[in-house]
């Protein structure tokens, strides 16, 4: 079983940036890595993935704000989160498949799951 560790999240002013990290327990260069976030009371949503390739798919509601990136040589991925919203405060959870592709995720397509980043976002 794959193990994934997220971290990097935090307090924020509406406005500013974080960067989350994602690391695995191994090299898994097939992998696609994703990320999604669950607020209180609400459904956890799809935010962004990578595929092994590199190519990318985002969310309409983080679009053009956040990036994700990975570092195979690392075994991590990243998710930088620029501008960011008091809509945007959520847990993050770091997500992975193998072989997965760049497009929009439901969490029955993901295999393994990260023990999740609280990022709070302040007025």
């Known amino acids: 079983q794959v193990?994934?560790?997220d971290s990097g999240g935090g307090l924020v002013q509406a406005g500013g940036s974080l960067r989350l990290s994602c690391v695995a327990s191994g090299r898994i260069p097939s992998y696609a890595i994703g990320w999604?976030?669950?607020?209180?009371?609400?459904e956890r949503e799809f935010v962004a993935t990578i595929s092994?390739?590199?190519?990318t798919y985002y969310a309409d509601s983080v679009k053009g704000r956040f990036a994700i990136s990975r570092?195979?040589?690392k075994n991590a991925g990243y998710l930088q989160m620029n501008d960011l919203k008091p809509d945007d405060a959520a847990v993050y959870?770091?997500?992975a498949r193998?072989?997965?592709g760049a497009y929009h995720w439901t969490q029955s397509e993901v295999n393994f799951w990260g023990?999740?980043?609280q990022?709070?976002?302040s007025s």
């Open 52 to 55: 092994w390739s590199g190519s």
């Open 71 to 73: 570092d195979d040589a």
């Open 119 to 121: 990022v709070t976002v």
């Open 93 to 95: 959870y770091c997500a």
């Open 98 to 100: 193998p072989a997965g």
């Open 36 to 42: 999604f976030r669950q607020a209180p009371g609400k």
């Open 115 to 117: 023990q999740g980043t």
């Open 3 to 5: 193990l994934l560790r």
